[in-house]
């Protein structure tokens, strides 16, 4: 009967209380579209959230959820999934949530590898305490603990989570659904830790942040949407490319001269290649080099949870049925009358 | 030629030597062998605070202390009447434990000029003599060079030769106190199983050292202890720390629940998560956190999907974890946090012990957090302590602090262990899966004892979220009604306070109900405070004592026992913490006795306090 | 025609409306232009929990009530004579705050289906003929229409436009309230100084709505209140974290010390971090950490460094500071940790205020880990209270919490602001530079105070080095000597209470010294509880009142003046938490009033709590 | 004066206490003789620990200390070094208190950039607490907390700082106290923070992890010593090295056919290369390829408290001198008679 749930099935009976206009809605409604197609008993999906307004996220969908504490989401979401392999385990969380205060809980779960999907909502702003700068806010941001701009350089959340040897890295947007739905699906479906970093917009306190890539006039010039093996196109007019001459990434026009073959073709088994992609980064694409949406990177490493598992079992199988009284008793006893 | 054999009701011996001298070995083996000779026994080992201080320091002096009995050992003994000291700094770090009038062990060999030095003696200090003139018997031993004599045709370097003085000087002290060597060789046959020549090497030592000590003058008398009186059945030594593993490992066998530990090493709370590592099959998942907030936040993971969950930590890493322990207890899901308690504040002396977190277990969270504490009073007791905490975690949906220390972790103590059948019962059911047309699941229901349904992923119909913001009584829906948060909170509190229903009755540990003077303890200081209360009441003194494992809830008779007595005495390792508990909730005048050192307190100065409040 | 003008003592107004419609900034001006005409106030400002809630939702209602008057007034009113609905969510939220007989001020145009359904109202319902049948005074004015026609030569669009519709109806209040405008004119001409049309807009509709008041037939009589008979002097209003943010900047100023803040955002302490982060002019150093435990930790560092350190929190960031905090109570450093309770535990109801840290404030720390707690009683108090903080820590070098609450931190009050070369004097000596013939310098020595000396990196000849594992006594080097551990935790107990030797007596706050009842409250309750003790008074009964600023240590004179009453009742928005210390300290059977509902008490219920304990 | 120091200066008189044999004696001694040659004075020096073996480090320097708690280090340093630009801050650390509780302050110390010098003494193992594995023990570690072996899959330091966006990142080693020597003078020079990764070995939980490169006899064939413009050559007899064929690189031996001139000359400002080299990190470099020492990465970016000063710099420029009593006063005031 799972395979007829529809996405009205995973919303719950609690109003949704973001902000009008607030990116997490959309979000919102395509993991609940995607959930259907996972074929996975309702029962099974656990949403497991820090704080913040996305991380309000878990009592809006009708699966079992955790609404955690500020930063920890990843080492509860570890715990369970360590304990309970059975479980598909989805870790919301925000950009102050996940690389402020629960930086070290993230990347210890990336290298680690646990099998669970995080969806980084990042809006580079505190929303829920009102509009502090992130570690993801631009530089020079005017926000209410920065009266004068912030100072800090901040993370480049895909190159932290490739140098923290993530096994699968992919990046979205709250304002295109379509490829917002099928990253999500790709995230379900790698096994290990899925690091999907969506960009989210804040309406009240940090409106607009990403409109040069969410902007359906600016868009096509400033996204560069990846495909697996498929050359690196983007413009208006597909016309623009990305060519690599040896470490050195350069963006080109096709035609005069420039061709398709000669175009960077995604791999998204190379890691060094992912790195160069994320570190494609210039605030307002000021290098020229468009933004990289899509899974920059997957690679097969062991679910941490399973090789628990594994190493269980094989305990198991080399001491035989657990004997408690023999543990009790020990080696040496001896007996007074 | 013979010795004369003197019984004695009580003996008291400490090791000490360099860290390299294997005299943790060389203690637990004289511990094993003593015990199943029958006698009663305590002991305690002194770990100095580097992991390896340079050789010959004072520093680098590691030290066991065992006394044993023919009658019930309560605590390793305030002074010893042997001290075996393996080099100068072990003398100079030790000779202030030995009575007046004690035997000093000394291996001459240690006492060379750059041991004078290396143990901050004068060049010309001549220690061993200036004891001797102070009213010390001392017994002075060439141990490597006999060892290396006894050893010569070994074949083994003189490197692996040298490490078998301990064996050496064992087999002197098994002379000395009448011990059999077998259990000893028996040991050292199976440790060195693969190693014939090392395992031959240290059993001629032992021998040649016991033969040592018969053969010559050293010794103008022996001693002999007959097996102690105590309770028959099969005993086995347990450290607390051990005893702990196995109450976790049969809590998980009892309530057919998987176990999870989320952990972060730390001094003297490691070796929990070393032995349940050890305890794979059994169900035991062990997790190494990335830190101890980690730690406990994975167990509330695991907690949630329906484990027996666990952390284990100490000072510095329990404050971590406060303000996950709230959402645990905002959560109402089974968690055990125990603290096995070092002298602090902060990183102190990581090595010794102290008994000052209490009030932090009971008061140290933000907002009205009651969670359930509890202390285990000696080695053995961490198991029963342990076991219990697992069961109300789990029948009652509450996060359980349990306070040990290290004394208690590292001591040592003979354990009549139960039979697996003969431990209570855990009763733990999750809430049954709900079909379409059933009724609305409601996560924050409780039953008689304010208990909420345990509702696992995995049950159908029976989604549901959880998080720290209040929640509406029932559905557990977010609430900011301000009736419902008084409704929660209290709730909350009753819940915590109804596991005193279920909890036995304090009885009394020694005395009467009623006297001149009630002695009130807790955690590892029982058998110190037992003796010194039983020495008291020797000399004829109304003196009685209970003994509390239960801090938060208090049992629920003991306002009802201080109501027998004047005077309450409330000795604590700390600057006077349960006291403070006993004078809030019970309006008893109630004093403190309190040392702060890092070491347990002796008999004596606790015996000297009971008698100054009952004159 | 002219409406007859009744002379009131106090008054209590309550705005209400969605998150958009402006209502905090509504209840400020009324708030400034009452303060200007010489009346005593006190607000309280009701958030909704959610940033934006959905509009017309009752989720989304956000309220600000002011109680004012001729005569000296500690609380914003149990309930309202006159509540402003902008819609019928504000109906449904608020309505239980109007006094019964009260006056509704309601938006008629936010009462159509739509905001009926959005409000949860059923779709034939009418709200606010029920509210007039059950008694209460409805005054329906179609304020989005008037709005509309005032403005519609505006020019402005009509969401501009209905931008405006606050001050419409702050202008029918000003009438009501005999108020003048031009406060609110100045102010609104500031504000838009640079769009000049928004700044017509608004003034227009404020002298409108005015205007419309006075000729229509709304209101049968209107009210005037003289003004209030306060202390003479300069006042201005001030809200608790403001407060708290000049106190910190003066006692940088008087201390001639740099100020380092290191914190991380939450609610309700963000805002400190936001005041402080404008004074950068006054050296005043603001560091957003990544989270609670480098925002204490950074402190610590600034601390070491020579800095006025603090750092700001609520409940769950508290908690996680616990560790950082024992640390710097060893290292025996400068450091002032504000917390800013909510109401917990976890992350509990973020925007409601509770007392309930004190017991983790004093006692939330792995050892024996003492430090100073101090508390704020009103708004206007946490420049005091803060500046008094900062003065002990630096004097002391110790760290001191000082605690605040939601509804101090946002609530405002009028405060006479002191001038600056009134302010104490803190005095700071960092230790002098040491030539290398010097004594050796001893970082662990310390004045009769128990206080060490402060030496900052950069002192030629102080080099030294600081730790968390227990030190010598004088030359700070690490130590396991337990005589030497006992005496530093004597020393570090003593130095925390020596602190009380410099601090004045306390007071009574109301009554006599002795008497039938002492009411003894502690922290943001004050108001209510000085009314509640006032209003009984006047009933004839002998009940006098003490408030806790200093809850670690106690004002030493606080045992005898508990000795002068047999029956001692302390509120507290908590289960019972100053009570229990008291009780532990002076074994006083004082008794607690305990209400946890995320909300001030209510002077009704305290005087009726106090009644009943007199009769 | 101070260019008189010696090292000895700089020696505490607190005996150390480390077991005979540690690494850290070397470092500790090398860091001792490194001291004068800063011609910085001695009470301006602060050195800064967390908790470890490792971290009593400060207690042997006679310069001013600090001793914090176990991962607390870059934040303690950070708040210090903001609030005293003028102090020159080393902090210690170990692979336990930097990587596993300290993860989090690491990554934001490096990618705020404070003027800092971290040294981290990786030795694989937790020593203080007697042998549990750390997030750089390698897999199938056995330790006293994994009897069957480990199963975490350990953090590569160097990737990890620079996906943080480090802006200084070296490796060195305690048995090479010369190439030592020079890398805490480089860390010492860069403006901001530097991360130098140091071998160090536990004999007592860990002996001999690092064989493979710090053994006089197997370091040549196994370590490759970098220096900027240099070609990259390593060896016994100097005769291997690596060479960049596009993105990928390969060791080569010199020789037939190939010629320095064909080797991957090193630049340390090129952060995409510093990358490549940071992932020659095979257990044993059983991928054949060398473990680079040395300088891999330098960068210019501002230093964060440089930053912050210049900030108040200009907000005291803006206002003026402070005025305390109008700001005690506010903007509306009234006077009540
Ligand atoms: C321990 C703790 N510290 C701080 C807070 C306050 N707080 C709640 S959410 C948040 C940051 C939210 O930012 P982000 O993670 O980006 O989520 P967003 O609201 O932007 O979706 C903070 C600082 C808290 N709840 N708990
Ligand atoms: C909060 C806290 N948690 C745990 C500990 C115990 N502890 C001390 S050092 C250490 C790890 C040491 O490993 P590392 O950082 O690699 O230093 P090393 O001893 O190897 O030099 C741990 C877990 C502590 N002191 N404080
Ligand atoms: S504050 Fe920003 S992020 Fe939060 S709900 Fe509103 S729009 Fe969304
Ligand atoms: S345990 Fe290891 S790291 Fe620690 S001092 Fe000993 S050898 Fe060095
Ligand atoms: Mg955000
Ligand atoms: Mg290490």
């Known amino acids: 009967m799972e395979a007829t749930l529809t996405s009205k099935d995973f919303a719950s009976d609690q109003d949704v209380r973001w902000c009008p206009g607030c990116g997490d809605y959309t979000i919102l409604k395509q993991v609940q579209s995607v959930m259907p197609d996972l074929g996975i008993p309702r029962e099974n999906i656990v949403f497991v959230a820090g704080i913040g307004c996305s991380s309000r996220f878990p009592y809006y969908m009708n699966t079992y959820g955790m609404h955690t504490i500020h930063g920890r989401a990843p080492a509860i979401a570890t715990g369970l999934k360590i304990s309970r392999p059975d479980l598909s385990i989805w870790m919301i969380t925000g950009d102050g949530d996940a690389l402020s205060i629960g930086g070290n809980h993230i990347i210890h779960a990336l290298r680690r590898n646990v099998d669970m999907n995080i969806l980084l909502f990042n809006n580079e702003i ?20 920065t009266p004068m701009g912030s100072l800090d350089h901040p993370f480049n959340p895909l190159s932290l989570a490739l140098g923290a040897d993530a096994g699968f890295v992919a990046r979205a947007m709250d304002r295109d659904p379509k490829h917002l739905n099928q990253m999500l699906l790709r995230s379900a479906q790698h096994e290990g830790t899925s690091f999907l970093e969506i960009y989210q917009n804040c309406v009240v306190f940090n409106d607009g942040t990403f409109d040069l890539y969410t902007d359906k006039v600016s868009r096509p010039g400033s996204a560069l949407y990846l495909e697996h093996e498929k050359p690196m196109i983007f413009g208006e007019n597909r016309d623009k490319g990305v060519r690599l001459d040896g470490l050195r990434p350069e963006v080109v026009t096709l035609g005069d001269g420039v061709s398709q073959e000669d175009l960077w073709i995604h791999d998204e088994h ?27 990177f997957e690679s097969k490493r062991p679910a941490y949870d399973k090789q628990v598992a594994a190493q269980m079992a094989a305990a198991k199988t080399r001491h035989g049925a657990p004997d408690l009284d023999a543990l009790l008793k020990g080696n040496e006893t001896w007996t007074v009358a | 030629m013979s010795h004369p054999q ?20 060389t203690g637990s083996q004289f511990t094993n062998t003593t015990a199943l000779l029958g006698n009663d026994l305590s002991t305690f080992p002194d770990f100095p605070a580097e992991i390896r201080a340079p050789a010959g320091t004072v520093a680098g002096v590691s030290g066991f ?32 434990h030995l009575r007046t009038g004690g035997i000093i062990i000394a291996n001459l060999d240690g006492f060379g000029k750059k041991d004078l030095s290396l143990a901050r003696y004068k060049a010309e200090a001549d220690p061993l003599l200036e004891v001797q003139t102070t009213g010390y018997t001392v017994v002075p031993v060439d141990v490597t060079k006999l060892t290396r004599a006894s050893l010569v045709d070994s074949g083994l370097t003189v490197k692996d030769i040298d490490r078998c003085k301990n064996m050496f000087v064992l087999g002197i002290v098994y002379w ?23 395992a031959n090497a240290n059993i001629k030592a032992l021998k040649d050292g016991y033969t040592y000590g018969n053969a010559t003058q050293l010794f103008s008398e022996r001693y002999m202890l007959e097996p102690a009186r105590i309770e028959s059945g099969t005993y086995r030594n347990i450290t607390g720390n051990e005893a702990t593993v196995l109450a976790i490992t049969a809590a998980g066998q009892t309530s057919k629940l998987p176990v999870f530990l989320g952990s972060y090493p730390i001094t003297p709370a490691s070796d929990i998560l070393h032995g349940l590592s050890k305890m794979k099959h059994f169900g035991v998942t062990t997790f190494q956190a990335e830190d101890e907030i ?64 209490l009030l932090q277990a009971v008061y140290g969270r933000a907002g009205e957090s009651p969670i359930v ?35 208690i972790a590292n001591g040592a103590e003979p354990w009549r262990f139960p039979n697996s059948d003969t431990l209570p019962p855990i009763h733990v059911s999750f809430a049954k899966p709900r079909k379409e047309d059933d009724e609305p699941f409601m996560p924050y229901s409780r039953n008689e004892a304010f208990v909420r349904p345990w509702a696992i992923p995995g049950t159908k119909g029976l989604e549901h979220r959880i998080g720290g913001l209040e929640k509406e009584h029932g559905t557990g829906n977010i609430s900011y009604d301000s009736d419902n948060h008084q409704i929660m909170t209290t709730m909350r509190e009753n ?37 010194a209360v039983m020495e008291t009441r020797a000399l004829g003194h109304k003196v009685s004592q209970i003994h509390l494992r239960q801090l938060a809830p208090f049992p629920k008779n003991l306002g009802e026992i201080l109501g027998g007595f004047k005077n309450i005495l409330v000795p604590e390792i700390n600057s006077g913490q349960l006291v403070r508990l006993l004078r809030d909730q019970y309006h008893v005048p109630a004093k403190g006795f309190n040392r702060v050192r890092g070491i347990p307190f002796t008999v004596e100065e606790l015996k000297n306090a009971f008698i100054n409040e009952v004159n």
């Not at chain 1, 305490?129 to 020079?140: D, E, I, L, W």
């Not at chain 2, 044993?68 to 000291?85: E, K, N, T």
């Not at chain 2, 106190?177 to 190693?195: G, H, N, Q, V």
Request: net charge neutral; aromatic share 6%; hydrophobic share 40%.
């Open chain 1, 126 to 145: 505190y929303g829920l305490t009102k509009g502090q700068y992130s570690p993801t806010s631009r530089p020079g941001s005017v926000t209410k603990s």
């Open chain 1, 270 to 296: 190379d890691a060094v290649k992912a790195y160069i992609l994320s570190r494609f980064f210039a605030v307002g694409n000021e290098d020229g080099f468009p933004r990289p949406f899509g899974v920059l």
């Open chain 2, 6 to 25: 003197i019984t004695r009701e009580t003996a008291t011996i400490r090791f000490a030597g360099d860290s390299g001298d294997g005299m943790q070995l």
């Open chain 2, 65 to 96: 202390q065992i006394q044993f009995g023919s009658r019930a050992i309560h605590s390793p003994g305030d002074s010893c009447d042997v001290l075996v000291v393996m080099n100068a700094a072990a003398l100079k770090a030790n000779i202030k």
């Open chain 2, 176 to 198: 000395l106190y009448s011990r059999s060597m077998d259990p000893t060789i028996d040991f050292l046959s199976k440790k060195f199983a693969k190693k014939p020549d090392l």
């Open chain 2, 294 to 357: 980690a730690a406990v936040t994975s167990a509330i993971g695991a907690a949630y999907g329906g484990s027996l969950a666990l952390t284990t930590s100490s000072g510095p890493g329990i404050a971590l974890k406060t303000e996950a322990i709230t959402l645990a207890m905002m959560y109402e899901l089974p968690l055990v946090i125990i603290n096995v308690q070092r002298a602090g504040p902060s990183t102190g002396m990581p090595t010794k012990t102290e008994q000052a977190d």
């Open chain 2, 373 to 407: 504490v509890l202390a285990a009073a000696s080695p053995a007791d961490c198991f029963d302590v342990t076991y219990q905490a697992c069961q109300i975690a789990l029948e009652h949906m509450i996060p359980v602090m349990m306070l040990s220390d290290g004394y």
């Open chain 2, 495 to 531: 819940k915590r306070n109804a596991v005193a229903d279920r909890l036995p009755l304090l009885q009394m540990e020694e005395g009467e109900p009623t006297g001149d003077l009630l002695v009130i303890g807790w955690g590892g200081t029982l058998g110190s405070i037992k003796q």
